[in-house]
């Protein structure tokens, strides 16, 4: 048998999700252009998908191609929209975009077990940690799924570290660190010398602007407490 000239294989990609509880075109325009302006290099190019689940009243399909437009022209990769009626389903269709349903609530036989007892502060994830020995490079990009993500080497400027658990870095932090990304507020970034672009716990996010200059280039966490991002030095 020949070789094969493709392979198809599961892959983890990280993604926002712009939740959308009403719309008026100027309104949201505005308020687009002046999110991205906080970070345009973590938002640029980024993928997006649109939740409609909480959204008061009803769209049409002018109003969706026009969020559609605004999304892509402040510069986000609108792949599609979720949440949505099935009514509106087909029309994020017509203006080519996908549909993902919302998630299906678990019956009582498919709940999943007891969780075990709590881990220890700190521990976050169930699966072995990964471990970086070599420095991340700019433009690269390292995901520990379901897992606490140890990084031996430095990160790179323009470098990405995601985990499900905690970050821990042994070096110098100087791309970005996304950590708890599957909805996880208890996890925390660690690392010996902060200079992030840009830290995020939970989809709650701080820029290097935004980090003070008495942690700057030193040992740090960070960690959510009331829904905001606090750095504190180690």
């Not at 938002?43 to 409609?52: E, H, K, R, Y």
């Not at 709590?118 to 994830?125: C, D, F, K, R, Y």
């Not at 870095?169 to 909805?183: E, H, I």
Request: proline share 6%; net charge negative.
């Amino acid at each position: 048998m020949a070789d094969p000239c493709f392979h198809i294989k599961g892959t983890s990609v990280t993604s926002m999700v712009l939740d959308l509880y009403r719309y008026q075109a100027e309104e949201f325009a505005a308020a687009l252009r002046d999110k991205i302006e906080t970070a345009p290099l973590f938002f640029t190019g980024s993928p997006l998908f649109l939740n409609l689940a909480s959204f008061e009243g009803e769209l049409d399909k002018a109003q969706l191609q026009s969020i559609a437009d605004q999304c892509r022209s402040a510069g986000f990769q609108l792949y599609g929209f979720r949440g949505a009626e099935e009514s509106v389903a087909q029309l994020a269709k017509d203006v080519g975009l996908v549909h993902l349903p919302a998630p299906r609530p678990r019956t009582e036989a498919e709940a999943p077990p007891a969780e075990p007892a709590a881990a220890p502060a700190g521990v976050s994830s169930s699966l072995p940690a990964k471990v970086i020995h070599k420095p991340v490079r700019s433009g690269q990009q390292v995901y520990a799924e379901g897992a606490d993500l140890i990084l031996l080497a430095p990160v790179s400027e323009g470098a990405e570290v995601i985990a499900d658990g905690n970050i821990h870095v042994y070096s110098a932090l100087r791309g970005r660190a996304l950590a708890g990304v599957r909805d996880n507020p208890s996890a925390r970034i660690f690392c010996q010398k902060l200079e992030a672009e840009l830290v995020s716990i939970a989809g709650q996010f701080i820029l290097h602007d935004g980090i003070a200059a008495e942690v700057w280039k030193k040992p740090a966490q960070i960690f959510l407490q009331d829904d905001s991002i606090e750095i504190a030095a180690l």
